[in-house]
């Protein structure tokens, strides 16, 4: 599904990485915590700059759902980030914000002053292998375990595709 991603090139580092649900305490925190795992495992820390944010704010501050903490640190994920609402002004500030699904988008797209600013963003389904039929990564805050089981799968199929988009990117400039 790459090929439907258009984000600039990226050819310098750190590159900075924001994900983008709508509370910032299910999806974008969880999709921070897998991506800063993948990058801390492959040894590139210091190659990119990671956090997350939400497009609502009545969160702020917030450490990410309970729920979702446990079915991470199963899975070797510890989610500390503190939920922030995304500011118009920090658009600019990413080289690539990866939104989990069409409304976020939408919100994000509405903060943007520029075209170049937009087409920074996009989904995070872009970047599923496995899950080749989902567009989008579902909200697991009215779900039960599966829900959070389903997110974090997806999640970990999609941030191992961002990753090696990235890092082919940065190879090919």
Known sequence: MTDKVNFPPISAT???????????????????GV????VEQKGLEHHYVIDSAGTYGGHAGDLPDQRMRVHAIRRGYNLTHRSRRITSGEIEDWDVIVA????????????????????KIVPMAAFLRCHPHNDYVPDPYYEGSQGF?????L???????????????ILES
């Open 14 to 32: 750190p590159v900075k990485v924001l994900f983008v649900c709508l509370g910032n305490i299910c999806r974008s925190p969880a999709a921070e």
């Open 100 to 119: 989990m699904d069409k409304n976020n988008i939408y919100a994000l797209q509405s903060l943007c002053a520029t075209v170049e600013e937009t087409r």
């Open 155 to 169: 999640l970990e199929d999609a941030c191992e595709g961002l990753l090696d988009y990235i890092e082919n990117s």
């Open 149 to 153: 089981e389903l997110v974090l799968d």
């Open 35 to 38: 991506f800063r795992h993948l």
